[in-house]
Nanobody, 131 residues
Framework: QVQLVQSGGGSVQAGGSLTLSCVASEYTSGPFCMGWLRQPPSKAREEVAAIDSEGSTSYASSVRGRFTISWDSANNTLYLQMNNLTPEDTAIYYC?????????????????????????WGQGTQVTVSS
């Protein structure tokens, strides 16, 4: 059983920055794969970014160039550095790791694989960006 504990988030003005953290108690079996998803108010959950054990990453087009996902193996911590935030980034952010995943699915199909294969989830953290 993997436990994911999130921290960070909060409220910031447009153009500001925030960093989210997600500490993993242990890895799932199989290839390493972790990522962030978010759920804006009254909208469906959407991908933000994913990372695999080789450091390959993927980003939603809406955040590419502004957000950076990273993994600190020494501390079992996943990070999401968010810069130049806009009100459209307002959402509840979740870290997740699928119970199993190929490397390809991790990078190219992360939102689908966490649903299809099941996943462990962080508790969610609110990010609010004001204009």
């Amino acid at each position: 059983q993997v436990q994911l504990v999130q921290s960070g988030g909060g409220s910031v003005q447009a153009g500001g920055s925030l960093t989210l953290s997600c500490v993993a108690s242990e890895y799932t079996s199989g290839p390493f794969c972790m990522g962030w998803l978010r759920q804006p108010p009254s909208k469906a959950r959407e991908e933000v970014a994913a990372i695999d054990s080789e450091g390959s990453t993927s980003y939603a087009s809406s955040v590419r160039g502004r957000f950076t996902i990273s993994w600190d193996s020494a501390n079992n911590t996943l990070y999401l550095q968010m810069n130049n935030l806009t009100p459209e980034d307002t959402a509840i952010y979740y870290c997740a790791t699928p119970r199993s995943s190929t490397k390809r699915n991790c990078i190219y199909n992360f939102p689908a694989v966490v649903v299809q294969n099941g996943a462990f989830w962080g508790q969610g953290t609110q990010v609010t960006v004001s204009s």
